[in-house]
């Protein structure tokens, strides 16, 4: 049939139609594409049941119009339907095709191929075991199946509803029997420490889970090993993580605190069994007097010099006694000084007064050690300041040792002049019994000496006199070194005048030398020879003399 022929039919078929010759059910049954399925067959031929004429766009309203619940869940997302990839863009009709025939299935639901994830309850465990007809009663739509554990397994509930209605809180869908972690903080009872691995009949005895007591004492009051001496506050000290584990807050909870030693120590050593002693000494001496060494010779007071953390370790500040330990004193044991009771026996605070002994001065320079002596050690790092005493080290007498001086060990009485240490092997007491050193000598250097003649004696060394020696006039000892300041003094056995022109030998000779002698210009200022006109002049003794003579005879006013 051409689609012309069609046409035609179809208008013949309308104006029959509008002129009354033929009703609806008629037409309808002319146009009908064939017969309902049996779900829809009590619609009849009633077409506008399920279409609107001309508007085949509205075709899936009609259809959740009347599948009311599969609308809301492509409207919601939810169910099967809502779960379909672009079902709002679908038409029902793709996936169910009507007018096949009474017998036609027009849902095309496999069940060994049907996804159940595609609907409100995904199968697992043992629900993938069950057969559909087991949760799907036949004559039902498939979505008025249960979907709560309770829905199906009410008769099952071996709780009786004690429990509510909430099976997945404590049941998987594995198995009825094997029971997941109930979270039983919901209940205000949290499970924790040995709590966690405890059945819960142990507990729940009889499935009572109601008025469970919540306290420790009403369950573990057989396993009380204090048998109620400690009340009934048991976690004060113990924890679910064990009985044995005891958290006793003794630093919070005390007058005591537990430090060092005593931390580790059982509650029973200072409480007894059953706690008999519940307020045992606070003192050391309370619980330790048996173990003092020391027989009460020093007192109660243990912590002035013991510690918590071990009796052997001592602890005291000596330095808040009149005598803070500095030195060797630092490793000296305690008995040694404290040689009697601690309380009674007061060791004294003087060098002395210990090391009186070991005083090798045989207390000869006194009993203030510290002057020279340090608590380091006796032997080493002497200190003195000798300036305090009337002999100042100055120079080489800053480096010398002690015993360099003090070889007898003796520091008093000695001399402070340097002939008292140092013999004159020099001068050998040319420059008097007890010369004054330092006039030349410095205490830096013997060798490295200043005498100013001139400024120290008024006998100024000049000419030849500048190069001699010193013992070349002072040539003997004596009581004392002062020598004639005169020429002659030195000079008497050098006169070949054999003094006859006195003893101012400078008139006519020098310091520079003896020779050549310098006669004076006036006969006045020499010296007259006594017999000067009776004596004869010989020429070879007396040359410088004639000539003084021969200007004498000539010269008036001269006696005969």
Known sequence: MTRRTILLVLVAVIIFWAAGLITRSVLEQAVSPGPLSAAHAKLGADCLACHVPFAHSLQNKTCTSCHKQVGRDIRNGTGHHGRIPDIKNRTCASCHDEHKGRKADILGLSPQSFDHSMTDFALHGAHRRVKCSACHKQGEHFFAAPNTCIGCHKKDDVHKGKFGTKCAACHTATDWKLVHDFDHSVTGYPLVGKHKAVPCASCHVGNRFAGTPRDCVSCHRKDDVHNGARGTQCQTCHSPAGWKLATFDHDRDTRFALTGAHAAVGCTQCHGQAMSRPKPPMTCIGCHRSDDVHRGRNGTDCAGCHVTRSWKVIHFDHSKTRFPLRGAHRKVRCQ??????????????????????????????????????????????????????????????????????????????????????????????????????????????????????????????????????????????????????????????????????????????????????????????????RNLLATACPADRFHAALAICGRARTSKGVTQ
């Open 336 to 529: 040694a000084c404290h040689v009697g009771p601690l309380h009674k026996f007061k060791p004294p605070l003087t060098c002395v007064g210990c090391h009186g002994g070991d005083d090798p001065h045989g207390g000869k320079l006194g009993r203030d050690c510290a002057t020279c002596h340090t608590a380091a050690s006796w032997k080493k790092g002497l200190r003195f300041d000798h300036s305090l005493t009337r002999f100042p080290l100055l120079g080489a007498h800053a480096r010398l040792q002690c015993s360099s001086c003090h070889v007898d060990q003796r520091f008093t009485a000695k001399g402070i002049t340097c002939a008292s240490c140092h013999e004159d092997t020099f001068h050998r007491g040319r420059l008097g019994k007890s010369p004054d050193c330092a006039t030349c000598h410095n205490s830096e250097n013997w060798k490295d000496w200043h005498f100013d003649h001139g400024a120290q004696t008024g006998f100024v060394l000049d000419g030849s006199h500048k190069n001699l020696e010193c013992h070349a006039c002072h040539t003997k000892p004596a009581a004392t070194a002062q020598l004639g300041s005169t020429c002659y003094s030195c000079h008497r056995a050098d006169d070949v005048h054999h003094g006859e022109f006195g003893q101012r030998c400078g008139d006519c000779h020098t310091t520079r030398a003896f020779k050549p002698a310098h006669l004076p210009d006036r006969v006045g200022a020499a010296p007259r020879p």
